[in-house]
């Protein structure tokens, strides 16, 4: 009797796994699912080059652990000198072992840049001449990613005042309408909304909840999202008689039907835990799961990208994501984004969901981050994927580079076309 599954392809060696899974991660270009990076179109917002690297808020929490220097006293620096900083604190008088010290490092390096320069101005006028239309291609393809999908806010004056100019949608950067203001910060956004003519007020009664739906359709129809997002504090319950359960059930969560939208809630942020650090104050906390359990099983017909932001929630989103096949794990966030703990993370998601998880995204909120953030991806991921093949062949079926090369298209593709049903 004939195979039901023909493999051309033949089986891959044990001793030549790691080294295959590598050549298949090297060759397959990324859909980057979450980032703060911006089109060029929304250019004056997008950053890049060494003094917004060095300044990034991950290392500038650093800075404050190794250098004397008082919140206030830095605040008032100019960037050039906060960059200067940071290099001088953390670069020369301090070895760049941090994950996102050695990231700046690996980026200087891709570029053939020296890495261990006394003084910035070198690196300074390399990023200076660049020019974009070349810099971005060469960028996404040291980076191994086709796409970097945004983050866009429809409340951000800035952002919002580029838009409503008309950007063409760039199909390197799809867009991603982020919604935080209105679930988290209603008190001191609805007078915002109500300005623009909808007709909403504090307690989000009356009209409200059908105007923020007006204003989130005309906003999908303006930047052609592929999911809408949220950040969530640990400590958010669900439901719960509040406004933000009424406009995410309300609101948010039929716009989402509406449009065919997934919605990403990224969960376990606790802001601005010591605000002198502005953006490096953030902290994070465990989460209640049982909170996103009661979402996955009240809307069947929503679909959900999931991603924890604490360690400890990490295991119980795989064994909730069995349950509720609405719900799509996705990415090692933020403070997660580490070599140990990705490793962890990755191999207990493949343990519990085989492929059917997205296990990264960048967050890159400079452009050259892309290129560190996919490196250590593919130098983390590779090993625990090849380790799991290489059980596979112990336990009796063989592997072949096809198997391979569907699987990693899977993980870091087309589970995300499928769940924004769209493929290109
Ligand atoms: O990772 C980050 O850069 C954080 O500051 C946050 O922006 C986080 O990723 C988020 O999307 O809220
Ligand atoms: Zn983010």
């Known amino acids: 009797m004939m195979p039901l599954h023909m493999n051309t392809q033949p089986a891959i060696a044990m001793d030549r796994m790691d080294a295959a899974v590598e050549e298949v991660l090297a060759s397959t270009a990324f859909i980057d699912i979450h980032t703060h990076l911006f089109s060029p179109a929304l250019g004056s917002l997008g950053l890049w080059g060494i003094d917004e690297l060095l300044t990034y808020h991950y290392l500038e929490a650093e800075l404050f652990r190794f250098s ?44 053939n840049l020296d890495t261990s320069v006394t003084s910035l101005e070198s690196l300074r006028a390399f990023f200076c001449s660049q020019q974009m239309a070349d810099y971005i291609p060469r960028l996404f393809h040291l980076a191994g990613i086709s796409h970097a999908v945004m983050t866009n806010d429809p409340l951000d004056p800035e952002e919002t005042a580029l838009w409503n100019r008309g950007i063409e949608t760039d199909s390197m950067f799809p867009a991603a309408l982020r919604i935080d203001r209105i679930l988290n910060q209603w008190e001191s956004h609805h007078a915002i909304l109500a300005s623009q003519g909808y007709v909403v007020d504090a307690a989000a009664r009356g009209s409200s909840v059908k105007e923020v739906r007006r204003f989130l359709s005309v906003w999908i129809q303006r930047m052609k999202p592929l999911y809408m997002a949220v950040s969530w504090p640990d400590a958010f319950e669900f439901p719960k008689d509040d406004l933000r359960t009424r406009l995410f059930r309300e609101a948010v969560l039929p716009s989402c039907r509406e449009f065919d939208l997934p919605m990403a809630l990224m969960i376990g942020v606790r802001r601005q835990v010591n605000p002198a ?66 490793e962890e993370i990755t ?30 991806t593919r130098r983390t991921i590779g090993p625990v994927l090849a380790q799991q093949y290489k059980l596979l062949i112990a336990d009796g079926r ?24 769209r493929a290109d």
């Open 68 to 111: 004397s220097i008082t919140p206030d006293q830095y605040w008032n620096l100019s960037k050039i000198q906060r960059a200067d900083l940071i290099w001088k604190t953390l670069f020369v008088e301090n070895t760049p072992i941090s994950e996102a010290a050695r990231g700046v490092i690996a980026v200087l390096n891709a570029l």
């Open 277 to 342: 650090l502005r953006m490096a104050g953030d902290g994070m906390g465990r989460a209640d799961m049982r909170a996103v359990q009661n979402i996955a099983l009240e809307f069947p017909d929503n679909r959900f990208l999931i991603s924890m932001l604490s360690r400890e929630n990490q295991h119980e989103l795989c064994v909730v994501a069995r349950k509720f096949r609405n719900l799509l794990p996705f990415g090692c966030w933020w403070f997660v984004n580490t070599t140990s703990i990705v």
């Open 347 to 376: 191999r207990e998601r493949l343990e519990l969901l085989g492929t059917s998880f997205i296990p990264q995204h960048s967050d890159a909120r400079i452009l050259e981050q892309l290129i560190y953030k996919w490196r250590n």
């Open 398 to 421: 063989q592997i072949t580079r096809e198997d391979v090369q569907r699987d990693v298209n899977r993980l870091f593709r087309t589970n995300f076309e499928n769940w924004i049903h």
